[in-house]
């Protein structure tokens, strides 16, 4: 067998698992993560919305987890309200030359954020300061806060109202669970969607 391909099955196997480890370790939190799913519905039932944020990769994870809240995960249903702060290139461009790429997100949820609303932040390290802003300017407006977080939580994990982290140094496992976690809360979002139009179908 050609060595390369050995390697790859190595990688392979060292990956997975990898995950399979960190998934059991992940089971010991779900009690935490039963309180963001709740925390999200509130937010729902009370016709607010949800603002969400992060850097890089973590980026790339707020915008999914919102553009399926608008759009849908697995069945039709309303829109939910979402916004991303991470989308608008021409916005981000602008407050960071103006105020410094510490405000990016900050200045968006003093203009847009509302009391009774909910920021969700991605963050593998929590240490990033326009993360670290947007935490602070959303307690200043009565927002409640959770953080998807690893490596320990970093700052962030103290100024957020509700912390899930994931138990790894690993930047590419931890944002494979913060992905499942989205997974798992857009699952239980479907399914009090459904159960809200049967009663009032009652």
């Known amino acids: 067998m050609d060595n390369t391909l050995i390697r790859s099955n190595q990688i392979i196997e060292k990956e997975l698992r990898e995950l399979r480890d960190l998934a059991a370790q992940v089971e010991k939190t779900t009690s935490i993560l039963s309180k ?27 915008m999914h987890f919102v553009e399926e809240l608008l759009g849908k995960f697995k069945g039709k249903r309303r829109p939910l309200g979402a916004l991303s702060l991470v989308s608008d290139s021409t916005t981000l461009s602008c407050i960071a030359n103006d105020f410094g790429f510490e405000e990016v997100f900050s200045r968006q949820i003093e203009a847009m954020g509302k009391a009774g609303d909910l920021l969700i932040l991605f963050s593998t390290s929590g240490n990033s300061r326009n993360l670290l802003r947007a935490a602070q300017a959303a307690k200043s407006l009565k927002i409640f806060s959770i953080a998807f977080l690893g490596k320990g939580g970093g700052k962030l994990a103290d100024l957020v109202d509700l912390a899930w982290i994931v138990p790894s140094d690993n930047t590419s496992r931890i944002q494979e669970m913060h992905c499942w976690a989205a997974h798992v809360l857009l699952e239980i979002v479907e399914e009090w969607e459904s159960s809200r139009k049967e009663i009032k179908a009652v």
Request: charged share 15%; proline share 0%.
């Open 36 to 62: 963001v799913a709740n925390r999200l519905l509130y937010c729902f039932e009370q016709n607010k919305k949800v603002l969400c944020a992060g850097n890089g990769g973590s980026a790339a994870q707020a």
